[in-house]
């Protein structure tokens, strides 16, 4: 029988539907497999708070993370217009930089050494001090003792961009199917498409294996292709106020313990976000939100004062060292794009370039490709999700 689709993704998540757009907009028969997509309360992308900010964001032991979030962001000034014209829908992207500041003493020492380390990378970031900080945010609280600002960081509003991808993928001609995948359709070993829970199945040349946290425990799928990805929950808080209480992203450390407020352009906020290895667990707790708002209330005093809208727990995908799988699996015909843990939506326009690259003609892409190369955890078991042990047996909560 012939190919029903060129290209079948499985998860509608930001990733997911970017691959899908991509291999849309080059004339390929796609169809995206996923029984909410993008509208998923635990899925990563309905959660996030939309921050682009691989130079705020980097840490010591993650420079191949910091490579491939710098060619992202590069992508996404050129990937939202597109994306705009393709769907009409604004995507409230935001290039105002992201100031990242200390409360305490010891915070504000742990921050020169990231000055000093993005210095010696070469990375735009300015140091400021205390009333510098304030002088740019002027809710910041009097006790904040120092900043750096990365002017070159963005966001953007996660559920626009999905919404405008859905709209987009409508018009390429791709096909949705509101289902959950059971295992994969083969033929001589190699991936030819997938079966659905609501029966049949539904061929392709290609599976692009996106399912966020799941990714890795998908029932009916071959132990050897599945990627050694696990959830990590985060809460997060949506707030609102007549005015805009800042004007850029604010990341801010309280006695060592991090919290970042990322404004949106109708006036809310997005307060988060823990970061808990406690398997599939998607309850929003007492213990999660308080920590939330007592670190944010340190940063910006006015926080408390607020509406609250929405309290969320989302999962996203970690994996084993923190960088994305994305490229081919040792399974012919089956590609991975998952894994990319606090990084999906900064990393969707090169995911889906690094997927629409599979000849390799792009030199660029393909330098960047071997850092995300699924093969690099080839033969390795797949790790028991975490989450179905006892209670007990699982960590507590961790920022």
């Given at each position: 029988m012939p190919d029903l689709f060129d290209l079948v993704v499985v998860g509608g998540g930001v990733i997911g539907l970017s691959v899908a757009w991509r291999a849309a907009g080059r004339g390929l028969r796609v169809a995206v497999v996923d029984p909410a997509p993008a509208t998923s309360r635990t899925a990563a992308s309905y959660a996030a708070a939309g921050m682009l900010a691989p130079v705020s964001e980097v840490t010591y032991t993650e420079e191949p993370l910091l490579r491939l979030?710098?060619?992202?962001?590069?992508?996404?000034?050129?990937?939202?217009?597109?994306?705009?014209?393709?769907?009409?829908?604004?995507?409230?992207?935001?290039?105002?930089?992201?100031?990242?500041v200390a409360f305490g003493s010891d915070d504000l020492a742990a921050l020169d050494d990231l000055a000093a380390f993005t210095a010696s990378l070469g990375l735009p970031a300015e140091r400021l001090t205390g009333r510098e900080?304030?002088?740019?945010?002027?809710?910041?609280?009097?006790?904040?003792r120092g900043g750096m600002l990365a002017g070159g960081d963005s966001w953007v509003d996660p559920?626009?961009?999905?919404?405008?991808?859905?709209?987009?993928?409508?018009?390429?001609?791709?096909?949705l199917v509101p289902d959950r995948v059971t295992g994969l359709l083969t033929d001589s070993g190699a991936a030819r498409g997938v079966r659905l829970a609501g029966g049949?199945?539904?061929?392709?040349?290609?599976?692009?294996?996106?399912?966020?946290?799941?990714?890795?425990?998908?029932?009916?799928?071959?132990?050897?292709?599945?990627?050694?990805?696990?959830?990590?929950?985060?809460?997060?808080?949506?707030?609102?106020?007549?005015?805009?209480?800042?004007?850029?992203?604010?990341?801010?450390?309280?006695?060592?313990?991090?919290?970042?407020?990322?404004?949106?352009?109708?006036?809310?906020l997005v307060l988060g976000a823990t970061q808990e290895e406690l398997g599939f667990d998607t309850r929003v707790t007492a213990g999660g939100l308080?920590?939330?708002?007592?670190?944010?209330?340190?940063?910006?005093?006015?926080?408390?004062?607020?509406?609250?809208?929405?309290t969320i727990a989302g999962l996203r995908p970690g994996s084993p060292?923190?960088?994305?799988?994305?490229?081919?699996?040792?399974?012919?015909?089956?590609?991975?794009?998952?894994?990319?843990?606090?990084?999906?939506?900064l990393l969707a326009p090169l995911?889906?370039?690094?997927?629409?690259?599979?000849?390799?003609?792009?030199?660029?892409?393909?330098?960047?490709?071997?850092?995300?190369?699924?093969?690099?955890?080839?033969?390795?078991?797949?790790?028991?999700?975490?989450?179905?042990?006892?209670?007990?047996n699982t960590p507590r909560e961790q920022r």
């Open positions: 979030g710098l060619a992202s962001l590069e992508r996404w000034p050129a990937f939202a217009a597109e994306l705009t014209r393709a769907s009409g829908h604004d995507l409230d992207l935001r290039a105002d930089g992201t100031l990242d900080c304030r002088r740019l945010e002027p809710m910041l609280a009097p006790s904040v559920r626009r961009v999905t919404a405008a991808l859905l709209a987009a993928l409508g018009r390429a001609g791709a096909t049949g199945g539904l061929s392709a040349g290609r599976v692009v294996l996106a399912a966020g946290a799941w990714s890795g425990s998908l029932e009916g799928m071959p132990p050897e292709v599945l990627p050694p990805v696990r959830p990590v929950k985060g809460q997060i808080m949506r707030l609102r106020s007549p005015e805009p209480v800042l004007g850029r992203c604010v990341r801010g450390a309280v006695h060592g313990s991090h919290v970042y407020l990322v404004p949106r352009g109708d006036g809310g308080w920590e939330l708002l007592r670190d944010a209330r340190e940063l910006v005093p006015g926080v408390t004062e607020l509406e609250v809208t929405e060292d923190n960088l994305p799988l994305v490229g081919p699996t040792i399974m012919p015909g089956l590609d991975l794009a998952t894994g990319h843990h606090r990084g999906g939506v995911t889906a370039d690094l997927c629409a690259n599979g000849d390799g003609a792009d030199p660029v892409l393909a330098d960047l490709a071997g850092l995300c190369s699924p093969l690099r955890f080839a033969g390795a078991a797949p790790p028991r999700p975490p989450g179905t042990g006892p209670v007990e």
